[in-house]
């Protein structure tokens, strides 16, 4: 049973302009939301997190909206580069263990 | 200097072997995981452990033992493997959560024929 879901398998962006990556989840008890960014043959990396208890946080071109209420999360880039393209992973900590969606394959085009 | 590293990165075998991926991490973190990645793109935790001792351990088969010899290593060993075991399989590391991000090694593509 799936907690962490990315509807959009993917999102394609023209450079400069913004790159909006969603997420909705179904428990409650997730604590921590964090975006992952993926290239392919490479292990995910971190990009960016949210605790439960705000609402949006922001490092760079990226910025995190977190919806309690919706149960939803998003991922805006702004402005989006080519270098941005890869796979982004959403994914909800309760305690020790995150529980990932299937991920959005963003492209970035010049 | 790699933070969380695995070897090997791609492992192809038979039906029926015995097989271990290996897993160090030079960040001085308290937890390690695995994760595996199926061929749907789902990425799940398989184990945790902390301090070497298992602390998350998901509803995976018995033919898949953690083994953690010491806080900087994580290996996998995998018996009896079947077809369906052929996936990704990630390792990370982490200092103790809730508040720490996850850093993941470069994955290990096994394929079992």
């Known amino acids: 049973d799936q907690q962490v879901k990315q509807n959009s398998p993917s999102l394609s962006v023209q450079e400069g302009r913004i790159s909006i990556l969603n997420c909705d989840y179904t428990?409650?008890?997730?604590?921590?939301f964090l975006w992952y960014k993926k290239y392919p043959a490479e292990g995910p990396t971190f990009l960016i997190s949210?605790?439960?208890?705000?609402d949006k946080n922001e490092d760079g071109r990226f910025t995190v909206f977190l919806n309690k209420s919706a149960k939803h999360l998003s991922l805006h880039i702004v402005p989006s580069q080519p270098g941005d393209s890869a796979v982004y992973f959403c994914?909800?900590?309760?305690?020790?263990?995150?529980?990932f969606g299937k991920g959005t394959s963003l492209l970035v085009t010049p | 200097d790699t933070a969380v590293s695995q070897t090997p990165k791609y492992l192809v075998t038979q039906m029926g072997n015995d097989k271990s991926i290996k897993c160090e991490q030079n960040l001085g973190h308290d937890t390690m995981y695995w994760y595996k990645q199926d061929s749907k793109k789902f990425l799940k935790i398989m184990f945790s452990?902390?301090?070497?001792?298992?602390?998350i351990n998901e509803t995976v088969p018995n033919r898949f033992s953690p083994k953690s010899p010491d806080k900087a290593h994580l290996n996998l060993h995998i018996n009896s493997l079947e077809l369906g075991d052929s996936a990704v399989y990630f390792c990370?590391?982490?200092?103790?959560?809730?508040?720490?991000?996850?850093?993941f090694g470069p994955g290990t593509r096994l394929l079992v024929l």
């Open positions: 428990n409650s008890m997730f604590d921590y």
């Open positions: 990370a590391s982490s200092q103790v959560p809730p508040r720490e991000t996850q850093y």
């Open positions: 949210i605790s439960s208890i705000k």
């Open positions: 452990y902390n301090n070497k001792e298992l602390i």
């Open positions: 994914a909800a900590r309760i305690g020790y263990a995150l529980n």
